[in-house]
């Protein structure tokens, strides 16, 4: 449980609060003057910064059963839904055995069933004793859906709506309870998280400030599989959203070796393919691509990552390609293998022409395949692979329906093959109803970098031609950033570029040592890319700097005050930043992962990673400075008391001999000699406590 530190509070704060509950309960009662009991318990409920003591205490008057009949019915239905709000696992799980959102039991309780409009928790009048306590649970529940739904998010009208009301109920509830700290931080004062972590010996800041983070990473994951994982393998968000958890934890999963963390995610993955909804090998729940695709790319994807080998995983990778090659794909009028509909399960397509639309969002259907394929080269894979993306290289390649030519679209319809859908708006296609998933780019880096793995597979430029077309395209557009450009054409299109493309163009750089992109890269592509390619140590060390401080505060709003699993990180970017002067960069697992392992670009597609350390990340610092086929470079800090051994995968190395050195500044600790024979081979060596150590592999 998190600990909340309360503030200590002024006389005149203190005599404000007394002033605010004696006001609300005397409009109550008719009278200014109280039964001491009533009063000191509500004060005493309201400033409490724990939500568990809060609890006790609320449910101690209500057991009292002095309060006047309606405010004793308020109190019943809010003890009720606290109950549910805190004690989800220990006593409602059990509830929630289904597999859709509304099945979670961190928030079916309340999902879809409170706006602006519509209170979900009693429409109490603000003179009522427990107005300030319900206002605060039901900004929550507000500001918990507005995190979650993209259509309350990323639509401003709508979004201002929640926003209003919420702040509108935090204002009075912080004004009521002035000592409650989680009610402040609602209200955009942050708490601080403190983690006491001794430093000794002279450890660059690089190493301190990415060691608070990775901690404090680690901290998250195994609270989460401790605290919230049933022993069917859900952690509380619903089947769905809890496939997506592994994404935010892919530095500690796919970098280092924690087994909590890993009997966490083998527990999820296993447990899911034994429910009914994906016993053919594919969610049988229809809905669209982005939804149904997760379950199994999440699951299969993770697991191959932690047991490469394993044939079960790779058989369930295989079967999304059988469904794909033999279901959900046709040729389209075009002479070209296109996916049907954006709505398919298992067992049927969506035959609605509404909905007949591939996009960038497909490749998740078949996400454990393109990684089997990039490991393996299985030619079966490979074939409908590069059918596939020869689909999408023409699409991009003409003039389509207004898209301009050399733009990769963001759906393409079937059967006609032409770029976006029924809608006259080729960049909103209109397949999906909900939120604005389809809308161009969308999920545009998924599709670049399942194009620039067909590239690499099959050594065909062609696959190349989507992404230089649009890398031109930005270049000749960079100068009009900040101009309005009408949506769908090429200038609106070349100024959205610089949020997916560099670090696409980035990730081409390394395998192919190209430099013709390199001021798009330089100017545009993330901070540990331009350390890899140009040496930019200062935008390295500030990426590493912004990272810790996200976690630096609001321990809870990572934790327990979480409700949707897949946006573990996103209360501060989607809501605390909007209402604080505090600012928090939302966590970052890419960038933290090419940080310890040589990754560029994006890890879930075509990875790239060169490393994993089979050691725990715990006191552990490390930075790739470079890595290829032929040797890595790494700084790296221990901060313990003793020399620490390290085993480490080097999955880019090619078969050979190779020197392994480990020095410090002052001397060289170890020179070894190792043989790479495969990259699942594991290599072990010690490392100095308390210096910064410099390990170097060249070939021999």
């Given amino acids: 449980m998190v600990r909340i530190q309360v503030r200590k509070m002024d006389k005149k704060r203190r005599e404000f609060a007394l002033t605010v509950t004696t006001y609300v309960v005397g409009c109550l009662s008719g009278s200014t003057h109280i039964a001491d009991n009533w009063h000191r318990a509500l004060r005493r409920a309201g400033d409490t910064s724990d939500p568990f003591r809060q609890y006790e205490l609320l449910v101690k008057l209500r057991n009292a059963d002095t309060l006047p009949e309606a405010e004793q019915e308020y109190l ?21 055995t289904g597999s859709g959102l509304s099945d979670a039991y961190l928030c079916g309780f309340f999902s879809g069933k409170s706006t602006p409009e519509k209170w979900l928790l009693p429409k109490v009048p603000p003179s009522s004793l427990f107005f300030p306590l319900i206002g605060f649970f039901r900004a929550k529940v507000l500001i918990a859906e507005m995190i979650e739904k993209g259509e309350i998010s990323k639509v401003p009208e709508t979004r201002a709506r929640y926003m209003t009301e919420a702040t509108n109920l935090l204002r009075q509830s912080v004004r009521a309870f002035p000592e409650n700290q989680l009610m402040a931080m609602y209200h955009g004062e942050p708490i601080p998280w403190d983690m006491q972590l001794k430093v000794r010996g002279k450890a660059p800041e690089w ?3 990415q060691r608070e983070t990775l901690t404090k990473l680690r901290d998250i994951a195994i609270w989460w599989v401790n605290h919230r994982q049933l022993e069917n393998g859900q952690f509380g968000g619903g089947w769905g959203d809890d496939v997506e958890m592994w994404r935010d934890f892919t530095p500690l999963i796919l970098a280092f070796s924690e087994p909590d963390v890993i009997r966490g995610q083998t527990r999820l993955s296993e447990g899911l393919f034994a429910t009914e909804r994906i016993k053919d090998g594919y969610s049988n729940k229809i809905t669209d691509v982005e939804h149904t695709a997760e379950d199994t790319a999440d699951s299969i994807t993770a697991m191959m990552h932690i047991t490469p080998e394993d044939p079960l995983w790779v058989s369930r990778a295989k079967k999304l390609v059988d469904l794909m090659k033999n279901k959900w794909t046709g040729i389209n009028e ?10 398919f399960t298992a067992n049927e397509v969506d035959p609605d022409p509404r909905k007949a639309c591939d996009s960038v969002y497909h490749p998740r259907t078949i996400q454990p395949a393109l990684l089997y394929w990039q490991r393996t080269g299985d030619k079966e894979i490979g074939d409908l692979v590069t059918s596939w993306m020869d689909t999408w290289v023409d699409a991009a390649s003409r003039s389509s329906n207004g898209k301009p030519a050399g733009i990769l679209p963001s759906a393409i319809h079937w059967p006609d093959g032409e770029a976006g859908g029924t809608t006259d708006t080729w960049w909103d296609p209109g397949n999906h109803t909900d939120d604005p998933l389809y809308v161009w780019p969308s999920a545009m880096g998924m599709m670049l970098n399942t194009l620039l793995l067909t590239w690499y597979q099959t050594g065909n430029d062609r696959y190349l031609n989507p992404m230089k077309s649009m890398a031109g395209h930005m270049r000749d557009h960079l100068d009009n950033e900040n101009q309005t450009s009408a949506p769908g054409s090429l200038a609106w299109c070349s100024e959205k570029m610089t949020s997916f493309l560099p670090d696409i163009l980035a990730k081409y750089r390394v395998l192919s040592n190209d430099e013709k992109y390199d001021d798009l890269i330089e100017a545009h592509a993330s901070d540990y890319a331009r350390f890899r390619l140009f040496g930019d140590r200062h935008s390295l060390l500030n990426g590493i700097a912004s990272q810790r401080k996200t976690f630096t505060h609001n321990e809870i709003a990572f934790k327990e005050e979480v409700r949707w699993t897949d946006r573990l990180f996103r209360f501060h970017p989607t809501y605390f930043n909007t209402v604080s002067q505090h600012q928090f960069p939302e966590f970052d697992p890419g960038f933290m992962l090419e940080c310890v392992s040589g990754s560029i670009g994006n890890v879930l597609y075509f990875p790239t990673h060169a490393v994993k350390w089979q050691t725990s990340a715990e006191d552990l610092a490390v930075l790739v400075k470079n ?20 085993g480490a995968q080097f999955f880019l190395l090619q078969p050979g001999k190779y020197s392994m050195s480990i020095s410090t500044d002052k001397e060289v600790v170890s020179h070894l000699t190792m043989e790479q024979k495969s990259g699942t081979q594991t290599h072990f060596f010690q490392i100095p406590p308390r210096v910064l150590t410099f390990l170097t592999i060249t070939r021999i």
């Fill in 76 to 96: 019943e239905i809010l003890v009720h839904f606290i109950d549910q709000w805190l004690h989800g696992k220990a006593k409602y799980a059990d509830r929630y």
């Fill in 334 to 343: 075009r002479g070209f293998l296109q996916f049907k509909s954006t709505y």
């Fill in 627 to 646: 890595c290829s086929k032929s040797g890595l470079s790494a700084e790296m800090y221990h901060f313990g008391a003793d020399s620490r051994t390290v």
């Fill in 207 to 209: 190493a301190v400030q």
